[in-house]
C-alpha cells in the first residue's frame, strides 16, 4: 500500500489556490499594467501596437494636480486618524481585559456594517437639509448659505470616518505590548509626561503606527466611492478619473496608466517598510537583543 | 499613576464619532417626513414600500447568490492555502503567503480595473458569473487569515501520533484537522461572507446588466435621488450586519479582525 508523501499532499494543497490566484490576480494585474502601452483609438477601444504616448501623457498640468490632490487628501485624512489613534490606542491598552474586549468590539462594528451605508449617512448629515446643518445653524455657528457637501474638507472627514477602525487597531496591539514600567521610569528621570511620550511611548510603537498608516493610506490613496458621494469637482481623486477614463470616455489605455500611478503609490511604502523593518532587524542583531 | 484623562477624552469622542451618525441614520428611517431635517412623527411607510420595490428583492437575490457560492469557493481555498503554509514551511508555500496577502494590500479600484480587463480581454461578458469570481478572489486571503491565525495554536503531535497508529491522509483530514479547525473556519466564511455582501467598488467595475448586487442598487438610489427608503433599506442592513459580527464573535474567542 502506497501512501502519498507530504511532497505530493503539499502540491495537492497548494495547487488549486495558487493557480486561481495566478489566473484572476498575477494576470489580470499584468495586463492592466501591460494596457497602459497600447494606443487609444479615436472612438475608444484599442489599437495595434505599443506607443509610450500614454506614459507621456501623465506628465500633464492636470494629471500632476490630480496626483498631488490625491496624495494631499488621503495624506491629510491619515495624519488625522493617526492623532485620534495614538490616544484611543493607549487608552484601550490600559483598559480590564472585559472593557478592552467591549471597546475593541465598538470599534470594529462599523467597520462591519456597510461601506456605502455609512458614506450615505454622512451625505445626508452633511446635506444642506441635513440634522447637522441645522444643529450648526440653529446654534448660530454657521450661516444659512454654507455649504458642507462637496468640500474637500468633507471629503478628508468620511474619510476619517470610515478608515480610523484601520488605524486604531494595530496601534492598540502594538500599545498592549508596551511595558508602562518604562514610561514611569522615565518620568523618574525626570522626563515630563509630554516628553516621555513622544521619547519613549511613540518610538516603541513604531510598528504599530506603520501598520496604521499602510492600512489609512492604501484604501484612501484609491478612494473614489467618497469623493464620488461627498466631493465635488474639487475634490477629484485618481480613483475617480480611472473610473471616469474607463466608462464614460472609455480610453482604457489612459485608465490603465493612472492605475500604474496608483499601483506605484501603494507599492512604494510598501518596499520603504520593508527596508526599514530590515534595517532596524540588522540594528538589533548587532545589540544581540531580539 | 494618574488616570489618562486625555486620551480617555479623545477615546469617548471617537466612539461618539462612530456611532452618532448611524444613529441618526436609524431614528431618520422612523421620520415620516421626506425631509430628514425636522421630525414629523413616528411611521413605518418608507419600510412598506421599501418591501413593495420589486427591483430591490432582485438585487437581494443576487446579493445572495454572489454571497454564498464565493464564500464557499473562498473558504475552501482559503483554508488549504492557510493549512498548507502552516504544515510546509518550503520556498513554495512563502510565494503562497505572498501572493494571498498581496491581494489584500491592491487597493479596490486597481482590482476592479484589473478583472474588467481580464475578462474583456477574454471576451466573458459581464454578469453574475464575473462577480462570483471577482468576489472569491478577493476573499481568499480574508479566509486564510482568519484560519492561520487559529492554526497558531495549533498541536501538530495529534496530526503524527494518529499517523503513527496508522490513520489515513483522509481520516486525518476529515477526523483531526477539519474538525479541530471548524470555528476558525467557520468564522472565516462568515467573514468572507460579509465582506462579498458588502462590496461596491470591486464589483461596480464587473457588474453586467440585471447583475445588480445590493450595494450596487443602492448606490443608485442615492445618486439619483435619495429617497427615505435608502434610511430604511440602511438600517435593516446594519442590524443584519451586526447580528453577523456578534454571531462571528462567539464563535472565536479571539477578536476578529
Not at chain 1, 89 to 99: C, D, E, L, S, W
Not at chain 1, 225 to 235: A, E, N, Q, S
Not at chain 2, 94 to 109: C, D, N
Not at chain 2, 234 to 250: G, N, W
Request: hydrophobic share 55%.
Amino acid at each position: 500500500m502506497s501512501k502519498p508523501g507530504p511532497r505530493s499532499l503539499e502540491w495537492g494543497l497548494t495547487l488549486p489556490p495558487l493557480f486561481w490566484l495566478t489566473l484572476f490576480f498575477v494576470v489580470p494585474t499584468a495586463i492592466v499594467l501591460l494596457y497602459a502601452f497600447k494606443p487609444t483609438e479615436l472612438y475608444g477601444g484599442i489599437g495595434e501596437g505599443w506607443t509610450l504616448e500614454t506614459i507621456r501623457a501623465l506628465f500633464t498640468r492636470s494629471t500632476l494636480i490630480l496626483i498631488y490632490r490625491t496624495l494631499y487628501l488621503s495624506l491629510t485624512a491619515t495624519l488625522i486618524c493617526l492623532i485620534l489613534a495614538v490616544p484611543m490606542g493607549f487608552y484601550i491598552a490600559r483598559q480590564r481585559p472585559k472593557v478592552q474586549q467591549l471597546l475593541l468590539m465598538l470599534v470594529v462594528l462599523p467597520f462591519w456594517s456597510s461601506f456605502i451605508v455609512r458614506i450615505y449617512a454622512w451625505k445626508s448629515l452633511l446635506h444642506p437639509e441635513g440634522m447637522l446643518k441645522q444643529l450648526l445653524v440653529y446654534l448660530h455657528l454657521v450661516s444659512e448659505e454654507t455649504v458642507f457637501l462637496y468640500h474637500p474638507w468633507a471629503v478628508i472627514l468620511v474619510m476619517v470616518y470610515v478608515y480610523i477602525p484601520f488605524a486604531i487597531l494595530p496601534i492598540f496591539a502594538a500599545a498592549q505590548k508596551f511595558d508602562e514600567q518604562v514610561f514611569e521610569a522615565a518620568m523618574d528621570l525626570g522626563m515630563t509626561r509630554l516628553k516621555a511620550f513622544f521619547k519613549v511611548f511613540l518610538p516603541s510603537i513604531k510598528n504599530g503606527l506603520f501598520g496604521a498608516v499602510l492600512l489609512v493610506l492604501i484604501p484612501t490613496l484609491g478612494a473614489y466611492v467618497i469623493p464620488d458621494m461627498i466631493g465635488g469637482p474639487d475634490t477629484e481623486m485618481l480613483g475617480n478619473k480611472i473610473v471616469q477614463k474607463t466608462f464614460v470616455d472609455r480610453n482604457i489605455p489612459a485608465a490603465a496608466a493612472l492605475s500604474g500611478v496608483l499601483f506605484l503609490g501603494v507599492f512604494l511604502p510598501l518596499v520603504f517598510q520593508s527596508l526599514v523593518q530590515k534595517r532596524q532587524g540588522q540594528t538589533h542583531t548587532v545589540k544581540g537583543g531580539h | 499613576m494618574r488616570r489618562p484623562r486625555f486620551s480617555g477624552f479623545v477615546s469617548i469622542a471617537v466612539l461618539l464619532f462612530l456611532y452618532i451618525p448611524i444613529l441618526i441614520l436609524i431614528i431618520s428611517s422612523f421620520n415620516a417626513s421626506r425631509f430628514g431635517g425636522e421630525w414629523e412623527g413616528f411611521s413605518l411607510r418608507w419600510y412598506v414600500r421599501l418591501f413593495q420595490d420589486r427591483e430591490i428583492w432582485h438585487a437581494v437575490q443576487n446579493t445572495l447568490i454572489v454571497g454564498v457560492t464565493a464564500t464557499v469557493i473562498s473558504t475552501v481555498l482559503g483554508s488549504m492555502v492557510a493549512y498548507a503554509i502552516f504544515r510546509f514551511k518550503s520556498y513554495l508555500q512563502k510565494i503562497s503567503f505572498l501572493l494571498t496577502y498581496s491581494t489584500l494590500i491592491l487597493p479596490e479600484v486597481l482590482m476592479g480595473m484589473s478583472m474588467l480587463l481580464l475578462f474583456m480581454t477574454l471576451f466573458v461578458p459581464l454578469g453574475l458569473t464575473t462577480i462570483i469570481i471577482t468576489h472569491t478572489t478577493f476573499c481568499i486571503a480574508y479566509v486564510a487569515l482568519v484560519v492561520l491565525a487559529r492554526l497558531e495554536h495549533f498541536n501538530i503531535d495529534v496530526i503524527e501520533a494518529a499517523q503513527d497508529v496508522g490513520a489515513s491522509l483522509t481520516q486525518v483530514a476529515f477526523k483531526i484537522v477539519i474538525p479541530m479547525l471548524m470555528p476558525a473556519i467557520l468564522s472565516g466564511a462568515l467573514l468572507a461572507f460579509t465582506i462579498s455582501i458588502d462590496d461596491y467598488i470591486i464589483t461596480s467595475f464587473v457588474v453586467g446588466p440585471g447583475s445588480s448586487t445590493l450595494p450596487i442598487h443602492i448606490y443608485g438610489m442615492i445618486k439619483f435621488g435619495a429617497t427615505p427608503e435608502v434610511n430604511a433599506l440602511s438600517t435593516i442592513l446594519i442590524l443584519i450586519t451586526f447580528f453577523l459580527a456578534f454571531f462571528t464573535q462567539s464563535l472565536t474567542k479571539e477578536s476578529v479582525v
